[in-house]
């Protein structure tokens, strides 16, 4: 019985199976989301849709990899290209980062602020 024990301590854990599966579902929902971030009517039943699957089963395959939900994952990753944008100085303005983000201008720099603690306009300016 060691051999038996000592044979599966070699096998990846519960905790790592779900990491690679969490990070392969991730990476398949960023290639995706990336094509359409710039567009303002890309949400969650359109990222359902390019995935395949009902919006229903894209939050229930979420919950089980204990990832956030749809529409707060596609608000992150909107967010962090919009950092990303501002860091390069991609854009001359805020509302254009908001833009090339498929975010409206008016409620995209409450919600950077609240993501990152930063303005985006300090980032701008920078």
């Given amino acids: ?8 301590s070699d096998l990846p854990g519960p905790g ?11 990476s398949n929902l ?6 359409h971030l710039g567009t303002l009517a890309f949400n969650v039943q359109r990222l359902a849709r390019v ?9 229930l395959r979420m919950r ?3 990832l956030p939900t749809p529409a707060s ?3 992150a990753l909107r967010l962090e290209r919009a950092r990303m944008l ?3 100085q991609a854009y001359d303005t805020v509302g254009e980062v908001a ?28």
């Fill in 1 to 8: 019985m060691v051999y038996a024990a000592a044979h599966f």
């Fill in 16 to 26: 790592a199976r779900l990491e690679a599966r969490r990070s392969r579902f991730e």
């Fill in 30 to 35: 960023v290639e995706a989301a990336e094509p």
């Fill in 51 to 59: 995935l395949g699957m009902s919006v229903r089963t894209l939050q």
């Fill in 64 to 66: 089980k990899l204990e």
């Fill in 73 to 75: 994952w596609l608000r």
């Fill in 86 to 88: 501002l860091r390069i």
């Fill in 99 to 126: 833009a090339a983000v498929g975010m409206s201008p008016s409620h995209f720099s409450r919600a950077f602020s609240a993501h990152t603690g930063l303005r985006p306009s300090a980032l701008i300016h920078s």
